[in-house]
Nanobody, 120 residues
């Protein structure tokens, strides 16, 4: 069982930056594929970024170089650095842990989410 707690969300103006953090429990953190997903009201949850235990990284198509995912296995932490934020980035951002990159979007363990609002 993995417990995940997100932080770092908030209100930011278009073009601004935020760094999201996810703290994970357990001593097997390094074995998991870690990811960030987001969900806007009335929309499906979608992949933002993921990073495997081996350091392989994938991003959602909408990221286009604006976001960077990283992990610190010694601290059981995963981060999402977001820059050039747009109003359409507004969503609840969820941290996720799973054992396989082939599982479904809703698979694995989930945090409660942190709200990101991009608005003037």
């Amino acid at each position: 069982q993995v417990q995940l707690v997100e932080s770092g969300g908030g209100l930011v103006q278009p073009g601004g930056s935020l760094r999201l953090s996810c703290a994970a429990s357990g001593s097997i953190f390094s074995r998991y594929v870690m990811g960030w997903y987001r969900q806007a009201p009335g929309m499906q949850r979608e992949l933002v970024a993921r990073i495997t235990s081996g350091g392989n990284i994938n991003y959602g198509a909408f990221v286009k170089g604006r976001f960077t995912i990283s992990r610190d296995n010694a601290k059981n932490m995963v981060y999402l650095q977001m820059t050039s934020l747009k109003p359409e980035d507004t969503a609840v951002y969820f941290c996720n842990a799973r054992m396989s990159i082939f599982s479904s979007t809703m698979g694995g363990y989930w945090g409660q989410g942190t709200q990101v609002t991009v608005s003037s």
